[in-house]
């Protein structure tokens, strides 16, 4: 059975990630309507120091343009570390949530006001509004990264 499921996995590798992301943004949002305030909160004093710019909002937009060109990349030109990516990216994200549900923690790092008023904020604006400063850390964005 073991080696059937191997088999058809690499027969189907888009098949196989669509799979464990749907299982993945399941447990995510599952864990986002359980754990609405954190337990902990995350913050130093250099969280103090760091200005609000909304021009980061393209570094965080950039994350999800190269998860997946890193994936598919890697699944035309490199079929072995392409599942090795899934394997670490995968693994560290059910991780993340298990950690997630343990230890609910946050940020309150977000300004009440903004100090410019621009296509930008807007953008931020966005972004706040449906996802939340809960569950950031271990982070998944930096994990997913740093494998990519």
């Known amino acids: 059975m073991p080696t059937r499921i191997c088999r058809w ?3 189907h590798p888009i098949a196989f990630a669509l799979i464990f992301f749907v299982f993945y943004l399941i447990g ?18 250099l969280d103090d120091w760091i200005p609000f710019n909304e021009w980061f909002i393209f570094a965080y937009g950039s994350w999800f343009f190269l998860i997946p060109w890193a994936l598919i990349t890697l699944l035309r030109r490199d079929r072995s570390n392409y599942f090795y990516l899934c394997a670490v990216m995968f693994s560290g ?15 309150n ?26 569950n950031v850390l271990p982070s998944i964005h930096v994990y997913n990264s740093i494998g990519a």
Do not use: K, W
Not at 93 to 107: D, E, K, Q, V
Not at 109 to 134: A, G, H, K, Q, W
């Open 9 to 11: 996995v690499t027969d």
């Open 28 to 45: 995510f949002f599952t864990l986002e309507q359980l754990i609405t305030e954190p337990v902990y909160l995350i913050h130093c004093t």
């Open 93 to 107: 994200m059910a991780i993340c949530l298990l950690l997630y549900l343990l230890f609910p923690n946050g940020l």
């Open 109 to 134: 790092l977000r300004p009440v006001t903004f100090p410019r008023e621009n296509i930008f904020t807007d953008l931020v604006r966005m972004i706040y509004s449906v996802d939340t400063p809960t």
